[in-house]
């Protein structure tokens, strides 16, 4: 596990892809727009703007990998999900890194 940013813990698409294997949920906040032209199978589209109002409706007993388009906004959602309590990561380089990491996505 590596951090983004200090204190906000994060993973490599890699160790993503397996925590998704475990158990772990996806959580995009990019805006839909950007969902819809390319995410990752298995996705939740929750916008960082609608996070603080869609919080109470996560799986608080699952792992949340956070992602965006390049970790930026993930970071942000991922220090407010450990905030409120939860076990979330950001993914280190969001979709580029995931897609750079030969990583399955679809568009819809």
Partial sequence: MSFFRPGV???RAAEAKELLANGAVLLDVREP???YAQHAPDARLV???ALPSLVG???QQRTIVVVCRSGN???SA???LKHQGLDAVNLSG???AWVNAGL???QG
């Fill in 47 to 49: 916008p960082l703007s």
């Fill in 73 to 75: 906004r993930s970071a």
């Fill in 33 to 35: 727009f950007e969902y």
């Fill in 57 to 59: 409706e996560l799986d």
């Fill in 94 to 96: 969001g979709m580029i």
């Fill in 9 to 11: 813990p994060a993973v």
């Fill in 78 to 80: 991922t220090s407010f």
């Fill in 104 to 106: 399955p996505t679809q």
